[in-house]
Nanobody
Framework: QVQLVESGGGLVQPGGSLRLSCAAS????????VHWYRQAPGKQRELVAG???????NYADSVKGRFTISRDNAKNTVYLQMTSLKPDDTAVYYC?????????WGQGTQVTVSS
């Protein structure tokens, strides 16, 4: 059974940093691309960043230069390092990956940027 578990969210002041983790189980993790999405209240879920099995990355324009996605295949974990956080980054953050044609999602972790 494929499971994704996000962690690392919390309350942070503007300009602060957080590192989110997405731990996968039940899957041969290293062959999968993994993406982070976020959803703010009243808004559609949006793509934040992605990383391929080979380590190639892509980012939404709104987070380029501030967020960094990385992966540790030995730990079946993908990270999202977030710096220079803004109130607009407040959202529930989800990781997702496809496996045998089915997208799997974690339960999400709340990030709140507020003074």
């Amino acid at each position: 059974q494929v499971q994704l578990v996000e962690s690392g969210g919390g309350l942070v002041q503007p300009g602060g940093s957080l590192r989110l983790s997405c731990a996968a189980s039940g899957i041969f993790f290293s062959i999968n691309a993994v993406h982070w999405y976020r959803q703010a209240p009243g808004k559609q879920r949006e793509l934040v960043a992605g990383i391929t099995s080979g380590g190639n990355t892509n980012y939404a324009d709104s987070v380029k230069g501030r967020f960094t996605i990385s992966r540790d295949n030995a730990k079946n974990t993908v990270y999202l390092q977030m710096t220079s956080l803004k109130p607009d980054d407040t959202a529930v953050y989800y990781c997702t990956l496809p496996y045998r044609g089915t997208p799997y999602w974690g339960q999400g972790t709340q990030v709140t940027v507020s003074s």
